[in-house]
């Protein structure tokens, strides 16, 4: 099995970063040269769309470089491949923040880590995911970094779109852009690797909207279901902006207690790691010099469970828009599959019940509401203007 197999419905970019690999090896020693050097570089900006599998391309991509299959780079099968897409590869750093954004203090070590040599494998691999999760300070602690390489590093970072990282930090990347892969191609892969009933597996990669993560949790997970097809039902239950307050009080509940339910377990042991690892028993009063590090692991965790709640509340309102495209495409009498198919009686009923205008501005209404939660708004504001927005309204 290669690597590159579960880079879904991207052929063009595992082509692009499948030169780059063999030109990677092309001189003596790995060393890119000639012509087909032009085709690795020292840092590279992978895009696209959430779930379109920035992430898993990247990986793969630092496996095959790591890959020790003289003919066929990215061969899944040799320990370099198998640890590198495990996370255990020496010289494969994978850069993650569970925080809303990096900070600078996480960024600094990565520099010094960087210009060290690979110690077992053809590369250092610095791979960032969320690179759009840094601030222009932050980017610009990275920036010399990325600029003045030593020559067996390489720079992988993963962002939305290009217009999320710095200007600076991506005019000295190679940009591949990844886009949103066909649901089939998604069902196709959970039922190969999953074992998944081929049309639950379809209609969960439709309602993911080809999200693949999201997909096996939906195809997997009934309760996950079952808390999506209530978040669709809102937008019928709102009669008045009585109603919308209450959905939107009901919708931050939901998020809150999501994310609580993901991060509570692990808070619990990492606390009591610290305290293992400080030679206090739970429960216990810590002295002065201790409380500050438990202190600054709860202010940690803190963050982590506000980044968790924030994305619980994107993805909900993901898939409103979705929702809304549906209704638009019913109104329009539009010759394309919904993406919600299973829930066809509320689109059609919401698509009954309003005009294509109305639809547009509710879509907006949301997008909106997405912009603000990205901006720090406070979560429950922003989810009440657009619950109020997404009532019934005459004209």
Not at 75 to 97: E, F, M, S, Y
Not at 120 to 131: I, N, P, S
Not at 168 to 191: E, F, K, Q
Not at 295 to 318: F, G, H, I
């Amino acid at each position: 099995m290669s690597v590159w197999d579960e880079v879904v419905g991207q052929e063009q970019v595992v082509a692009t970063l499948r030169a780059a690999v063999v030109a990677s090896r092309a001189g003596a020693g790995g060393a890119p040269a000639g012509d087909a050097g032009r085709a690795m570089t020292h840092a590279w900006l992978i895009t696209g769309p959430p779930g379109s599998g920035r992430s898993v391309a990247a990986r793969a991509f630092a496996a095959a470089l790591q890959c020790t299959d003289p003919d066929e780079p990215g061969c899944g099968r040799c320990q370099a491949c198998t640890t590198t897409l495990a996370g255990t590869h020496a010289d494969v750093a994978l850069i993650g923040t569970e925080k809303v954004v990096f900070s600078i203090d996480e960024i600094r070590p990565l520099v010094s880590q960087a210009q060290r040599s690979p110690s077992q494998g053809r590369w250092r691999v610095m791979l960032m995911e969320d690179a759009d999760r840094m601030v222009e300070r932050t980017s610009n602690v990275l920036l010399k970094a990325i600029e003045e390489p030593p020559p067996r590093t390489v720079w992988l970072l993963c962002a939305p779109s290009q217009e999320d990282v710095l200007t600076t930090i991506r005019s000295r990347c190679r940009a591949v852009h990844l886009r949103v892969p066909d649901p089939r191609a998604v069902a196709d892969l959970l039922v190969r690797r999953d074992g998944l009933d081929p049309q639950v597996a379809l209609t969960a990669a439709r309602a993911a909207q080809s999200h693949v993560g999201l997909a096996r949790r939906l195809a997997r997970d009934p309760q996950a279901r079952e808390r999506r097809r209530r978040l669709l039902g809102v937008p019928t239950a709102i009669r008045g902006v009585g109603d919308a307050v209450l959905a939107a009080a009901q919708l931050i509940d939901i998020s809150a207690a999501d994310a609580k339910a993901a991060t509570e377990e692990r808070d619990a042991e990492e606390k009591t790691a610290l305290l293992r690892t400080l030679g206090a028993d739970a429960g216990t009063r810590l002295p002065p010099a201790l409380r500050g590090q438990v202190r600054q692991l709860e202010e940690d965790q803190k963050r982590r469970a506000t980044r968790a709640q924030r994305d619980v509340l994107d993805r909900a309102m993901v898939d409103l828009l979705a929702l809304y495209r549906d209704v638009l495409v019913v109104q329009l009498g539009a010759d394309v599959e919904l993406v919600n198919a299973d829930a066809a009686d509320e689109v059609h009923r919401l698509a009954a019940g309003s005009t294509p205008e109305q639809t547009v501005r509710r879509m907006d209404a949301v997008g909106v509401a997405r912009e603000r939660l990205a901006g720090n708004v406070a979560p429950l504001l922003a989810v009440e203007a657009m619950m109020v927005a997404l009532r019934p309204q005459a004209g």
